[in-house]
């Protein structure tokens, strides 16, 4: 797969050069245009604090209501305004690194439809119900278009997942508040950093059981440890990843979370697992805050609240791992350097560190402790719905980019069972330090209710 990001440095030499747009990296152009979606968004409020943005509908339990509501002319209306706004803005980046603008726009726009399209199909009631989320559906929708036949051109030129992810996570920012994580108290901290921890070690012991590089292995790792797609993307970052790995990892991702959806919550019911402790078990498996609510959802109010707190704390540990993801890998000795060769320093760090998590702390900080919380209630779910469609971009271009074929040809197929090993043991690590800590066996259980 073509690698389009333009995510590495500017090479050495370049200092003194004037600026220019092409010099900017995937990672800053997420950054200017997540901060520049948030910024408009609170000068607007700061404008007209009696108008409530609207935010768009796709949940519908019925025929009737699907057209009352997802396919009104209002709706309707809201959606193609979000989407032309994302399409310009996309635009913009993607043009300077000299991509077609027809086919951006074009490509663009028809991941949209597709995106569109996954959300009003979770959107369903019957569909909701069996915790099903609209990433599940975007993935397959990519695969489904990315896999049976050749994809156009002008439909690959705008398929940036990493783009879409890393400018949908500067948004996430905004609603991962340092207030809601110091609720959860030592239990949910303590759970997050010994389950991080242990996972992503035990992840990169078995990678290199299995001889799997450990390029592989840190994308695996970070995903199964700290959530998922988006942690895969920072690893990959932070070590200037192969884009085929990163997409074989982020596919993975997404196809083992779908039975976990539908079992975890099931066995917490069949075997009477105490809710808070379901929730906190969900909430550090499942890899996104989205799957998390949805599945703890169907367990109950305090396994979703438990469960959210603790996929906080663990996305709040992005920033700290992409630091130490990157200072090992520049810091290590690889195989074919000579003896005595002089390792690199803080430069190469700062180099491979991925600057967009900078913009994911910047908005949470800005959120957690200088926005007013009337401010922060009044844009919350507008700020989210901005996410979820990034997101959902994200999840369709995946799969666009993705090939069934190389599930088993990378690798002989080594990688998947490094995954599926790793998440087992996640599942059973997880579950046991659920029960010490929000059980009360190791200290006080959290009063969430």
């Given at each position: 797969m073509k690698d389009s990001s333009a995510t590495q440095a500017p090479e050495a030499g370049t200092k003194g050069k004037p600026f220019r747009l092409a010099d900017l990296s995937e990672d800053i152009w997420a950054v200017i245009i997540g901060g520049l979606l948030i910024a408009g968004v609170l000068v607007f409020t700061a404008a007209a604090p009696e108008f409530k943005l609207p935010v768009p509908a796709f949940k519908w339990s019925s025929q009737e209501e699907l057209f009352a509501k997802v396919l009104h002319p209002d709706n309707l209306m809201l959606v193609a305004g979000i989407g032309l706004l994302f399409a310009l803005l996309s635009w913009g980046s993607m043009r300077t690194s000299g991509a077609s603008g027809t086919k951006v726009l074009t490509g663009f726009l028809m991941t949209y439809l597709l995106a569109l399209c996954s959300l009003v199909i979770a959107g369903n009631q019957q569909v909701n119900s069996y915790g099903i989320e609209y990433v599940v559906f975007a993935l397959l929708i990519g695969l489904l278009a990315g896999n049976t036949g050749p994809v156009a051109a002008w439909f690959a030129a705008a398929a940036r997942s990493e783009f879409f992810i890393k400018t949908g996570l500067i948004i996430l920012g905004t609603s991962v508040l340092f207030g809601d994580i110091v609720k959860a108290g030592a239990p949910g901290i303590l759970q997050s950093v010994a389950v991080v921890l242990v996972v992503w070690f035990f992840s990169m012991w078995l990678s290199r059981k299995l001889k799997v590089d450990d390029e592989f292995g840190v994308m695996i790792a970070s995903a199964v440890s700290i959530c998922g797609v988006s942690a895969a993307i920072v690893a990959s970052g932070a070590i200037q990843g192969d884009k085929r790995k990163l997409s074989y990892v982020t596919t993975l991702v997404l196809l083992v979370a779908i039975p976990m959806l539908i079992l975890q919550p099931w066995l917490i019911r069949e075997l009477q697992i105490p809710e808070i402790v379901g929730g906190a078990w969900l909430g550090g498996t499942l890899d996104t805050t989205a799957s998390v609510t949805a599945a703890s959802e169907l367990v109950g109010p305090a396994a979703t609240k438990a469960g959210v707190i603790v996929k906080f704390?663990?996305?709040?540990?992005?920033?700290?791992?992409?630091?130490?993801?990157?200072?090992?890998?520049?810091?290590?000795?690889?195989?074919?350097?000579?003896?005595?060769?002089?390792?690199?320093?803080?430069?190469?760090?700062?180099?491979?560190?991925?600057?967009?998590?900078?913009?994911?702390?910047?908005?949470?900080?800005?959120?957690?402790?200088?926005?007013?919380?009337?401010?922060?209630?009044?844009?919350?779910?507008?700020?989210?719905?901005?996410?979820?469609?990034?997101?959902?971009?994200?999840?369709?271009?995946?799969?666009?980019?993705?090939?069934?074929?190389?599930?088993?040809?990378?690798?002989?197929?080594?990688?998947?069972?490094?995954?599926?090993?790793?998440?087992?043991?996640?599942?059973?690590?997880?579950?046991?330090?659920?029960?010490?800590?929000?059980?009360?066996?190791?200290?006080?259980?959290?009063?969430?209710?």
């Open positions: 704390s663990q996305n709040v540990l992005i920033g700290v791992a992409a630091f130490f993801i990157a200072a090992w890998w520049a810091l290590r000795q690889s195989p074919d350097a000579q003896a005595g060769a002089q390792k690199p320093g803080l430069g190469l760090i700062w180099e491979r560190f991925p600057k967009f998590v900078l913009g994911f702390i910047a908005a949470s900080l800005l959120f957690s402790f200088l926005i007013p919380a009337e401010t922060i209630k009044q844009t919350g779910s507008f700020l989210n719905s901005l996410r979820t469609l990034w997101f959902a971009l994200a999840f369709v271009a995946i799969g666009l980019e993705a090939r069934f074929a190389d599930l088993f040809k990378m690798q002989g197929g080594r990688p998947a069972l490094v995954f599926v090993g790793a998440q087992l043991f996640n599942i059973l690590w997880t579950l046991l330090w659920s029960f010490l800590l929000f059980g009360g066996y190791l200290m006080a259980a959290p009063a969430i209710e």
